[in-house]
């Protein structure tokens, strides 16, 4: 959906780099999400935000940060990246009105 | 927060079965349960959903059905074509909840 997008599609970068990945989305949905995909481990949730002052933690938020600059961007660094942190990464957007939820293109990290 | 489970991890039918995937959850709060389907390379994407207030929908060949006393739900696809082969996603959560936890994913595979 051409309605979330995701820079960059593909990055490479060392360990102990600052890397931030962001998304942009028109859809005017309030709930934004970030999600890391692994092999065998599904979707897991890194973070999610209602509005713009309103940051929550998922399941797996340690070693990551995320700013919500406005409603349609969510931004998400790896402070120090580290190499099992190389994963495909998903942002994803709900309308309050809408229970759907609409993925970005992904974001293929990885860090060496 | 929701706990969701979801079984195989793998599943290869011939052409023309049936295939079923079956999830739990563990958060009685939960009363939205989506269906994404990710084909290889691509974003996940809404295929089916079901809410707490009915047992099963069916769309076409695919069909979900739900029993909230057991907290389990299943994703039933008829008459297997192989364009059907991806990787299938159940989810729980509520529809206007901020959060979207989900299964760790069913590799489906369809043999001509």
């Known amino acids: 959906d051409a309605d979330v997008t995701q820079t960059p599609r593909n990055r490479i970068t060392k360990t102990g780099k600052r890397i931030m990945l962001e998304c942009s989305q028109t859809?005017?949905?309030?709930?934004m999400y970030w999600y890391r995909q692994d092999p065998g481990l599904g979707l897991q949730l890194i973070y999610y935000?209602?509005?713009?002052?309103?940051?929550n933690k998922g399941e797996i938020s340690d070693g990551y940060s995320v700013s919500r600059q406005a409603q349609a961007k969510f931004s998400l660094s790896l402070e120090s990246a580290i190499p099992n942190q190389t994963a495909l990464y998903f942002c994803?957007?709900?309308?309050?009105?809408?229970?759907?939820?609409?993925f970005g293109q992904g974001t293929r990290l990885t860090v060496v | 927060g929701e706990n969701v489970e979801q079984h195989p991890s793998t599943l290869s039918v011939q052409e023309g079965d049936s295939a079923v995937i079956k999830c739990t959850y563990s958060d009685s709060a939960s009363n939205y349960f989506p269906w994404y389907k990710q084909e290889l390379g691509k974003r996940p994407q809404l295929i089916i959903d079901i809410r707490s207030n009915v047992g099963e929908k069916k769309d076409q060949r695919i069909a979900v059905t739900l029993n909230k006393t057991a907290k389990h739900f299943s994703l039933h696809i008829t008459e297997t074509q192989p364009e059907d082969s991806a990787v299938y996603f159940c989810a729980a959560s509520t529809p206007w909840g901020n959060d979207m936890r989900f299964g760790a994913g069913t590799r489906l595979t369809v043999k001509p």
């Open positions: 859809k005017g949905h309030d709930r």
């Open positions: 994803a957007t709900r309308g309050a009105g809408s229970a759907e939820a609409f």
């Open positions: 935000s209602f509005d713009v002052k309103d940051i």
